[in-house]
């Protein structure tokens, strides 16, 4: 899980696990012990029975793995290529009477997209640095490479910056529902970007506006347009000044057209620019329901460009695909439906008549804060939630936006939003097992005697022994034949 490119069984006996031993490159070698001990107790000696390397061919992120009664090999195009193979040999390891094996048979992989990614809203609720690094095993257990943080929002912003300090001075410390807030310091996001780096996940950064900006009105009033309260269907009303605490969206903006804004807005990406080494900065540009269009408009254009002078690609939701003069190569985030409005698809299609491409989330499949079943306590319901983890998987990329085909898709994310979710445990029971639908989509080939719902539903049953065994709390949905 996701399904390989291609998998050949070799009829051979199975290896054995007990007093094995592994040799060749350190880092999947520690991975890979690590893994072996927890699933099994089994602790990998030193030695040459399961050999792993990185040698520089096929495409980036591939390996192959052949098994054999006698020895194990894994050799990854890249270094990559080589922790994905040590993440299947994981999945592969099943008891056999008294002992752990691995079945006899020769895998090759590789990806169908480059950006494969995972996004925690960190504003809504705070979640700390060791909840994020617990995501980020989990994410890149299932080949996922990108994590998105979606680091502010009108509850709080939640990263320290030294050339607006007010930020976390005065606007971190609430969350939704009275919770408490909380932000990264600058070490501190440094630390989950390496920890993400050493698990092959590259962190896209994301500060949300000009909407979803009333947090920053508490640290810099001068620049926060007066919230807009009539645009709000759900959740409790803001105070200009005041934290807020509610789940209500679209009643807030940055004032547009001021030098204040503009150079709030340089001074927040050029130093989100040199704390990330990642190629992607996420502006936002969703829900502004109470900017005027045309200042929107100018806001994303210039916004676009000011992170395109600062040598990185910017990505923002869908509606920024509005604006005519967006900087080419701005990568749009569809959240759409799996069958859009015309508006969506016409804002998606933008991006790619720009030289952009898309990250593909659409909200009805893969929105894992949408409620997995009706009594869940967690959860949302507004993009045609409850939604199954069937509906998650049961979706192609390439079908969704028309003109909008393989090339134009750099890749699929998963977002889990956290109005309802506050701990560790709350993500497990929204994310799995559906989390693992959106990396077969990213993953897998689109076609073959695997990729059908039916195989999909058992190896996700498959997985619950190994999940468990790595403290991952999933719900035991009933649509899952789960191994004992
Ligand atoms: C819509 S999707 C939002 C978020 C909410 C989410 C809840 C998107 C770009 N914006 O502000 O948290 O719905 O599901």
Redesign the pocket.
């Known amino acids: 899980m996701p399904f390989p490119a291609d998998v050949a069984r070799t009829g051979d006996a199975p290896f054995a696990l007990d007093g094995a031993t592994v040799r060749g490159d350190p880092d999947a070698a520690e991975h890979l012990r690590a893994l072996v001990r927890t699933r099994t107790g089994v602790d990998l000696g030193t030695g040459g029975g399961i050999a792993l390397t990185v040698d520089g061919a096929g495409p980036a992120e591939s390996y192959r793995l052949e098994v054999s009664a006698t020895g194990i090999r894994i050799a990854g195009a890249d270094a990559a290529g080589l922790f994905y193979g040590v993440q299947t040999l994981g999945q592969l390891v099943h008891r056999d009477g008294d002992a752990w094996v691995v079945p006899s048979l020769r895998i090759f992989d590789a990806p169908r997209f480059a950006y494969r990614g995972v996004m925690l809203?960190v504003a809504?609720h705070f979640h700390d640095v060791a909840t994020v690094r617990a995501y980020i095993d989990r994410a890149a257990s299932l080949k996922l490479n990108v994590l998105h943080l979606h680091l502010s929002?009108d509850q709080g912003w939640r990263l320290e910056l030294r050339s607006r300090p007010e930020l976390t001075a005065k606007a971190s410390a609430t969350a939704v529902d009275g919770a408490a807030g909380g932000f990264y310091a600058q070490d501190e996001y440094q630390q989950i970007v390496a920890y993400a780096a050493s698990r092959h996940m590259t962190v896209v950064p994301e500060f949300d506006m000009p909407g979803?900006t009333h947090a920053v009105g508490l640290a810099y009033p001068e620049i926060a347009a007066a919230p807009v309260v009539e645009v709000i269907t759900e959740g409790s009303v803001p105070v200009a000044g005041e934290p807020y605490t509610g789940?209500g969206?679209g009643f807030s903006s940055l004032r547009i057209g001021d030098e204040a804004t503009d150079a709030f807005v340089r001074d927040v990406y050029t130093e989100l620019a040199e704390l990330t080494p990642g190629p992607w900065l996420h502006f936002g540009g969703?829900?502004s329901l109470g900017t005027d269009p045309e200042d929107f408009a100018r806001f994303v254009a210039q916004t676009s460009a000011v992170i395109t002078a600062l040598g990185k690609t910017p990505v923002a939701?869908h509606e920024a695909g509005a604006a005519a003069d967006l900087a080419p190569g701005t990568i749009g985030?569809f959240?759409g439906f799996v069958s859009p409005t015309d508006a969506a698809a016409r804002h998606a299609r933008a991006f790619a008549e720009r030289g952009g491409r898309l990250v593909l989330s659409p909200?009805d499949a893969v929105?894992l804060?949408?409620k997995p079943t009706a009594d869940s306590p967690l959860g949302?319901t507004?993009?045609n939630g409850p939604t199954s983890l069937a509906r998650a998987y049961g979706w192609e990329p390439t079908g969704v936006v028309e003109g909008i085909g393989e090339e134009a898709i750099l890749g699929v994310e998963a977002?889990l939003?956290t109005?309802t979710v506050a701990t560790l445990e709350d993500i497990d029971a929204l994310a799995f097992p559906r989390i693992a639908a959106a990396a077969e989509i990213a993953w897998s080939p689109a076609s073959g005697a695997e990729r059908s719902w039916e195989s999909f539903r058992g190896r996700v049953g498959g997985l619950g022994p190994l999940w468990t065994t790595l403290g991952i709390r999933f719900p035991a949905l009933e649509e899952v034949p789960w191994t004992a």
């Open positions: 809203d809504r929002d979803h789940i969206v969703d829900e939701w985030q959240w909200a929105y804060d949408m949302l507004w993009a977002p939003w109005e």
